[in-house]
C-alpha cells in the first residue's frame, strides 16, 4: 500500500460502481420478466395488440426519494470511513518522520525491528480499508437490490394494465411517443411505496 492512497480510493470506489451496476441488473431483470410474458402472449393469444412501453431506470435509481436515501446514508458512511483512515494516516505519517530521526541513535537490528513494526501497523489499516470498502460495497447492493426488487413489481403490475408485451430502456429508444412513457408514473409509486430506506451497514461475517 502507498501510505496517503487508502482514504482517497475509498472515497473514490462503491457509489458509481454500484449504481452502475444495479443500473444494468435493472435494466436486464425488467427486459427479462417481461419479455417472458411477451413470448407466452405470443404463442397463447391468436390475436394481440402491439404495446411498448418506456423507462428510464438510471433517472429512478439516482431521483427516487429512495434511491436518494440511500445514496446520502452511503456517502455520509464512506466520509466517516475515509475521515478516520485519513486520521490514521497522519498518525503514521508522523510516527514514521519521528523513527527516521532516530535513525542515526538506534542500532541497525533496532531500527530494521520498529521499521518493520510500523510496516504492519501499515498493513493493518490497508486491512482496516479493505474491509470497510467491503462494508460499502456490500451495504449499497443489499439496499439497491431492494429498490430493484420494488421497482420491478410497479413495473410489472404498470404493464399488465396497460396490457404491455415489451417494457425497454429510454435509453435504447429513438422517437416514441410520451404516453408511453411510464418514468413518472413509477417514479411516483416508488416514492409512495417505498420513500426511505435503512442502510445496514453490518460487516460481512
Given at each position: 500500500?502507498?501510505l496517503g492512497d487508502t482514504a482517497l ?67 455520509k458512511k464512506r466520509s466517516e470511513y ?58 449499497n447492493g443489499t439496499a439497491f437490490g ?60
Open positions: 500500500m502507498s480510493q475509498l472515497l473514490a470506489r462503491t457509489s458509481a460502481e454500484a449504481m452502475l451496476m444495479h443500473v444494468r441488473l435493472l435494466q436486464k431483470s425488467v427486459l427479462l420478466f417481461l419479455s417472458l410474458g411477451t413470448l407466452f402472449a405470443l404463442f397463447t393469444t391468436p390475436c394481440f395488440s402491439d404495446v411498448i412501453l418506456v423507462i428510464d431506470i438510471k433517472m429512478l435509481l439516482e431521483d427516487s426519494m429512495v434511491g436518494k436515501d440511500v445514496a446520502a446514508q452511503i456517502q475515509a475521515a478516520d483512515i485519513l486520521n490514521q494516516e497522519n498518525t503514521l505519517r508522523r510516527e514514521r518522520d519521528i523513527l527516521h530521526q532516530q535513525q542515526s541513535t538506534l542500532s541497525a537490528e533496532k531500527y530494521k525491528q520498529k521499521e518493520s513494526e510500523w510496516q504492519q501497523k501499515v498493513h493493518q489499516l490497508d486491512q482496516v480499508s479493505e474491509r470497510e470498502h467491503s462494508v460499502l460495497v456490500n451495504a431492494e429498490i430493484q426488487e420494488a421497482l420491478i413489481s410497479i413495473i410489472r403490475d404498470t404493464a399488465k394494465k396497460r396490457h404491455a408485451q415489451l417494457v425497454i430502456q429510454k435509453s435504447d429508444s429513438v422517437v416514441f411517443p410520451s404516453y408511453l412513457d411510464i418514468t413518472k408514473e413509477t417514479l411516483d409509486s416508488i416514492n409512495g411505496q417505498l420513500p426511505k430506506l435503512v442502510v445496514n451497514f453490518a460487516e460481512a461475517p
